[in-house]
């Protein structure tokens, strides 16, 4: 069982940045494909950043584009949020995906999942 481990999340004022961390062992970094998606509270969850750790190319959804960075270094992950607001707020999962489905991804399409970190923002 890979265990991916998130840190970094908390309370953030509207407009602030924050940056989460995954702890991602070295084989699961062979996935090709790592990512985040969210999820809040009787909502689905969502996709917001997928990279491809051999070419470094990434992925965002248009809802996100311009305010997420996603990158990696050794054997953490990382997603920035700069010009937070309050609809992000919601847990953030750091995942495995499946590299066929790196540019836009579902749920269905990871294989392992961290444990969450609760990002809230607040005006």
């Known amino acids: 069982q890979v265990q991916l481990v998130e840190s970094g999340g908390g309370s953030v004022q509207t407009g602030g940045s924050l940056r989460l961390s995954c702890a991602v062992p070295?084989?699961?970094?062979?996935?090709?494909?790592m990512g985040w998606f969210r999820q809040d509270p009787g909502k689905e969850r969502e996709w917001v950043a997928t990279?491809?750790?051999?070419?470094?190319d990434t992925y965002f959804p248009d809802s996100v584009k311009g305010r997420l960075t996603i990158s990696r270094d050794m054997n953490t992950l990382y997603l920035r949020i700069d010009n937070v607001k309050p609809e992000d707020t919601a847990m953030y999962y750091c995942?495995?995906?499946?590299?066929?489905?790196?540019?836009?991804?579902?749920?269905?399409?990871?294989?392992?999942w961290g444990q969450g970190t609760q990002v809230t923002v607040s005006s």
């Open positions: 995942s495995a995906v499946r590299w066929q489905s790196c540019p836009n991804p579902t749920p269905g399409d990871v294989d392992y």
């Open positions: 070295d084989t699961t970094f062979s996935h090709n494909c």
């Open positions: 990279i491809q750790t051999m070419t470094g």
